[in-house]
């Protein structure tokens, strides 16, 4: 297994973390995060990040790396993703890449050129004052004048990717999409895919909310907020935490910011798939509940015969 890695993607709440541990259990592994809020400390409940004992099961990757007031780019990810798997690779064991976040998938087993811009934070705080003043949508109409091709692959409501590609376009003079080139990793590359039915989806998505409340999302994020962590970090503005701190501010009742929160995260999910498209050729779809273990191992089995 010198070359491999098993990537396991698909839709938040669909069974990806609880996979994971079996096939890092079955297969000698290690599992390599690839969600952009897990890699902070003191962010547990409302990331669902791997309890204390799972996390002793198996060694985990890009997990409580940052404090939640440290800056972290798509470049660093990149990085720190292909130094876990290689040591994983050199140590004889199966590295398992996995997560819900796109960016981090595609950028890790595509190898994307990211742009070697730096962050500005004075552009940055200029552009974040422009967007809270005049709407996300003034920005993202600036983002399609200057970089369209670039524009049409982020979502106009994801203000922190659109500064991103602003802030590129303005430090290179040239749209993001020249530095877009992909040069993949020479791994053998396995990527399961995890799918469910969107209701049966929906429905687990707001158990596990409602499992998060019960857990103590309001007081983790109420400790985060009495450490200084405020809520303009890009860190706070995660689905969960954003609407437990309002609640916290006393903007909206804590009923109304568990509905915004499976509601946010049912969009999320829908984002998702634009992401990890079921006709994806590369994806090897599995339904959710079910199917057996065994199922999946036998798919790996064939995989690494051929």
């Known amino acids: 297994?010198?070359?491999?890695?098993?990537?396991?993607?698909?839709?938040?709440?669909v069974g990806?973390?609880?996979?994971?541990?079996?096939?890092?259990?079955?297969?000698?592994?290690?599992?390599?995060?690839?969600?952009?809020?897990?890699?902070?400390?003191?962010?547990d409940?409302?990331?669902?990040?791997?309890?204390?004992?799972?996390?002793?099961?198996?060694?985990?990757?890009?997990?409580?790396?940052?404090?939640?007031?440290?800056?972290?780019?798509?470049?660093?990810?990149?990085?720190?993703?292909?130094?876990?798997?290689?040591?994983?690779?050199?140590?004889?064991?199966?590295?398992?890449?996995?997560?819900?976040?796109?960016?981090y998938i595609w950028a890790t087993l595509e190898g994307w050129q990211i742009p070697p811009v730096p962050p500005d934070p004075e552009l940055r705080k200029s552009l974040e004052k422009k967007a809270a003043d005049s709407g996300a949508g003034e920005l993202y109409r600036e983002l399609t004048r200057v970089a369209p091709a670039a524009a049409?692959?982020?979502d106009p409501r994801n203000v922190r990717r659109v500064i991103r590609a602003l802030e590129v376009s303005r430090k290179t003079k040239a749209p993001v999409s020249r530095y877009q080139g992909?040069?993949?990793?020479?791994?053998k590359t396995f990527i399961i895919?995890?799918?469910a039915d969107r209701a049966e989806l929906y429905r687990r998505i707001d158990l596990r909310v409602e499992r998060m409340i019960e857990?103590?999302?309001?007081?983790?994020?109420?400790?985060?907020?009495?450490?200084?962590?405020?809520?303009?970090?890009?860190?706070?503005?995660?689905?969960?935490?954003?609407?437990?701190?309002?609640?916290?501010?006393?903007?909206?009742?804590l009923e109304a910011a568990i509905a915004q929160i499976k509601f946010e995260t049912h969009r999320f999910v829908r984002h998702q798939y634009a992401w990890f498209r079921l006709k994806?050729?590369?994806?090897?779809?599995?339904?959710?509940?079910?199917?057996?273990?065994?199922?999946?191992?036998?798919?790996?089995?064939?995989?690494?015969?051929?």
């Open 280 to 306: 994806d050729r590369r994806i090897q779809w599995f339904e959710m509940p079910g199917p057996a273990d065994a199922e999946i191992e036998e798919a790996l089995t064939q995989c690494w015969e051929n």
């Open 193 to 195: 895919g995890l799918t």
């Open 152 to 154: 049409r692959k982020i």
């Open 182 to 187: 992909r040069e993949a990793p020479d791994f």
């Open 45 to 103: 409940i409302g990331t669902a990040k791997p309890a204390p004992e799972e996390l002793s099961l198996v060694p985990h990757h890009l997990i409580n790396i940052l404090n939640p007031d440290e800056d972290f780019s798509l470049a660093q990810y990149q990085a720190m993703a292909y130094r876990a798997i290689r040591d994983i690779q050199q140590r004889q064991k199966l590295p398992l890449l996995v997560g819900g976040s796109g960016l």
């Open 215 to 253: 857990r103590g999302l309001v007081a983790e994020v109420e400790k985060l907020w009495n450490m200084g962590y405020h809520f303009n970090l890009p860190a706070m503005s995660g689905i969960g935490y954003r609407q437990i701190g309002m609640f916290l501010r006393g903007e909206v009742t």
């Open 16 to 43: 990806k973390s609880r996979l994971a541990l079996h096939l890092a259990q079955t297969y000698n592994g290690e599992i390599v995060s690839a969600d952009s809020r897990q890699v902070y400390w003191h962010m």
């Open 1 to 13: 297994m010198m070359n491999h890695l098993v990537a396991i993607v698909g839709p938040t709440g």
